[in-house]
């Protein structure tokens, strides 16, 4: 990985195009699914957490169990094989019924 | 004397290279910071209480939307607020150790890969970059305008119907066409980029289907991404398609791998 040193005059860092809070799912998607994990004293399982929905909680969950399961598509460049109409969609029904979570994907079945 | 003292523990949000602790600020979110520095890289931490932070509150604490989201939330404020002024390393929610001796023990078993993330992350930052599209307008956007003149006879049924289908398919196959190019541009960009899975409606509320949500990792003056999605903006705009740069954000995405669970 290349290491480009540059001078920040200003990070400038918020939130959100166009100002505002960050949206919520953004931010659990990367809180909860993403960042170095180290195993403290208190060991999260965030298989626990019910969130919202069964849905929020696939989301966050869908990960862990995909790395589990030796999926790890997003990985990797997941256009190069996406192409036709089996692609994202179609790995990740697969993905939720190997992780035996309910399927529903807001009427978009074919 | 009888004065139950409640126990507490060392929440960590990240890490710091050592040499940049003083840039860490004292209070941020709401929260007083400590820094627990072992080696070459220091912790940016707060003292927490069991009774929330322990294994069966926590528990129970996730569960509670309201509780998750304000802490999920000062998570990523601190992490903001410390990124304002110095690389960081971010870490999982829930990064907790009793002591700052155990804590400084955690980061010492990982100096290494710690070293590592903070020199892939710094002068660096986040962006995630995502797209919508709203169907219904891509397909009358890609169909021809004579499709309008089915019949009412069984055979324009049957074409109407095949059209239909066509337009689906046509859809279909613009949007995956149309993902990998934007992914592709941007991640020109980028140091690093990642493809997270679309979020489902359900999380956006949004009526239009997210078909990429990107993380990318830019020189913090993100603007050759900005430009670039402006363009790509402009030429989508009569296909329902919207794009979207969300951060900058603590590198989340370009962390991992440097540890496992232990």
């Known amino acids: ?110 | 004397m009888s004065a139950v003292a409640t126990e507490t523990a060392f929440y960590a949000y990240g890490v710091v290279a050592s040499g940049q602790r003083a840039a860490v600020p004292t209070r941020a979110a709401g929260a007083a910071l400590e820094v627990v520095e072992a080696g070459p890289v220091a912790a940016v931490a707060s003292v927490v209480s069991l009774d929330e932070f322990g294994e069966e509150p926590l528990r129970e604490n996730l569960n509670d939307r309201d509780w998750l989201e304000r802490h999920a939330r000062a998570h990523e404020d601190v992490l903001l607020a410390v990124a304002a002024s110095a690389d960081v390393v971010p870490f999982r929610f829930g990064t907790i150790s009793r002591t700052a001796d155990d804590l400084r023990a955690l980061l010492r078993d990982r100096e290494h890969a710690l070293v590592a993330a903070l020199e892939r992350v710094r002068g660096k930052i986040e962006l995630g970059v995502k797209v919508w599209v709203d169907e219904a307008r891509l397909r009358r956007a890609l169909a021809p305008p004579a499709a309008e003149a089915a019949s009412a006879t069984g055979r324009g049924y049957l074409e109407a119907r095949r059209a239909a289908q066509r337009e689906a398919a046509d859809a279909e196959t613009f949007c995956a066409d149309l993902v990998r190019e934007v992914y592709e541009r941007v991640a020109a960009h980028a140091a690093a980029a990642v493809v997270n899975r679309p979020q489902p409606r359900e999380l956006t509320g949004r009526a239009e289907r997210m078909i990429l949500n990107a993380a990318l990792l830019v020189e913090s003056d993100a603007t050759a991404v900005r430009d670039e999605v402006d363009v790509l903006a402009e030429r989508l705009r009569g296909f329902g398609v919207t794009l979207e740069v969300t951060g900058p954000w603590p590198a989340h995405n370009f962390v991992d791998g440097a540890d496992d669970e232990a």
């Open chain 1, 1 to 110: 990985m290349s290491s480009r040193d540059i001078a920040t005059s200003s990070r400038g860092l918020g939130h959100g195009g166009g100002g505002g809070p960050a949206q919520l799912a953004d931010v659990l998607e990367r809180v909860l699914d993403k960042g170095i994990v180290i195993a403290g004293d208190i060991r999260i399982n965030l298989l626990d957490i019910e969130l919202l929905t069964v849905k929020l909680r696939l989301l966050i969950a869908s990960a862990d169990k995909a790395r589990e399961m030796g999926i790890d598509w997003w990985e990797g460049d997941p256009f190069l094989s996406s192409r036709g109409h089996d692609g994202i969609e179609g790995r990740l029904r697969r993905l939720e019924e190997a992780a035996g979570l309910p399927l529903d994907d807001g009427g978009k079945k074919r």
